[in-house]
């Protein structure tokens, strides 16, 4: 594995970007404590916080560990600290003042904190910093499309992978592990980041004929045969068996950076009915793209989705059985594995050269099977162009 650093450049030009948002919004000063956040403006993860001036240096403050923090990160100002209650004292010293309004995580910050932040800073306003992160991580510069291209190498290879070794008589779960284990070896890191407090981050959804059939779909499947009702997800106890369709959706994440995929496999064949879904699933997907440009809104993808699920009729099955269908047929990808903007319906963000997605059109038969697909794709300023590498096929193994 190589030596990873997010260069000083990157740090620069993402703490300039917030700024200017700051600014736009009389805010005064953004205290960031996720972790995910604090990688991006900082460079390290090393448990702390970064407080960001609107304008001026950031000031990033460690409670450990402060010799790899100061190795990661390029900032300027770096210093170690006992206890939260230092840094009101800090952040004057260091920036001249304590601010009069201060952006705070509110998505992702427990109530608890924010209290106690109140009574350390007792005479500060605070704001909800969360829109203006997402929308600076929002737009990929060309060094992070290059680390997911990476992650999408990986995937590409896990992928090849299943290939070469999926056969009846393997369980679901045990088959996940299997694959698990060979994308750890190739340099996944394992834990996906989820920013969305009751969404729990793991690698695999593994659905096999009438496991894919009972899901709640997407990103939050309620899996087949031997699921506890303690995680009712991803995969089961199922037997893996030929002739039935399998749908795998994998997610890996290298270096910060996630890629998240689907396709379809079968062992010796599929059933006709399933392989004609899996092509129009694939027959959406490549339209949606063709559709990609700059200035076209979310919400128009969305509903050119459902038109070509409509006029290849799949309307009934597309994104969930009747009464249960989700609203989404894409979101947006990077650090984390659900970022903002969403390919949904009536959303009016407008894609942006730099904005990286998953965009995942899938189909539930209800009592039978699923089939769909999920591939990585960047706005650019031609069109919508592919990250993933794995081929956008049916798998018959």
Not at 21 to 44: L, P
Not at 57 to 84: C, D, F, H, N, T
Not at 223 to 242: D, I, M, Q, R, V
Not at 276 to 291: G, N, P, Q, T
């Amino acid at each position: 594995m190589e030596e990873f650093k997010v260069p000083e450049s990157e740090i620069i030009a993402r703490r300039k970007a917030i700024q200017k948002e700051m600014q736009a919004n009389n805010i005064d000063g953004t205290f960031i404590s996720q972790r995910v956040d604090q990688f991006y403006f900082t460079g390290t993860a090393q448990n702390g916080y970064v407080y960001i001036p609107a304008e001026g240096e950031p000031l990033l403050l460690i409670k450990k560990y402060m010799p790899r923090a100061m190795v990661e990160s390029p900032l300027r100002q770096i210093v170690e600290i006992g206890s939260i209650k230092e840094v009101p004292g800090l952040i004057t010293d260091y920036c001249g003042k304590l601010p009069g309004k201060m952006g705070l995580e509110f998505d992702v910050l427990p109530v608890k904190q924010f209290n106690f932040y109140r009574t350390i800073f007792p005479a500060v306003t605070f704001v909800d910093a969360s829109a203006y992160i997402l929308k600076t991580r929002m737009i990929k510069s060309t060094w992070e499309i290059e680390q997911m291209e990476k992650t999408a190498e990986l995937s590409r290879a896990t992928f090849a992978y299943i290939r070469e070794i999926i056969q009846p008589g393997f369980t679901e779960m045990e088959f996940s592990g299997i694959i698990d284990t060979f994308s750890r070896k190739h340099g996944h890191g394992a834990q996906l980041r989820i920013r969305d407090y009751q969404t729990e981050g793991y690698t695999w959804h593994i659905l096999s004929g009438k496991s894919g059939g009972i899901v709640g779909l997407l990103d939050s499947p309620a899996s087949g045969e031997g699921t506890s009702a303690a995680f009712p997800c991803g995969a089961g106890n199922k037997l893996l068996a030929a002739d039935e369709p399998i749908m795998i959706d994998f997610s890996a994440v290298m270096n910060g950076y996630h890629m998240d995929e689907t396709r379809m496999f079968a062992i010796g064949s599929m059933p006709d009915k399933a392989l004609k879904a899996c092509r129009a699933a694939i027959e959406i997907h490549d339209s949606v793209l063709k559709k990609v440009k700059p200035g076209v809104t979310t919400g128009e993808l969305f509903l050119h989705a459902e038109f070509m699920a409509e006029s290849l009729g799949y309307a009934e099955y597309f994104l969930g059985p009747p009464g249960y269908k989700v609203s989404f047929t894409g979101h947006g990808v990077g650090l984390e594995l659900v970022e903002p903007p969403f390919i949904a319906k009536g959303k009016k963000d407008l894609l942006e050269t730099g904005m990286v997605f998953a965009l995942e059109p899938k189909m539930v038969f209800e009592g039978e099977f699923s089939a769909g697909i999920e591939s990585v794709f960047v706005v650019t300023e031609k069109g919508g162009r592919l990250l993933s590498k794995v081929p956008a096929e049916i798998f018959i193994c």
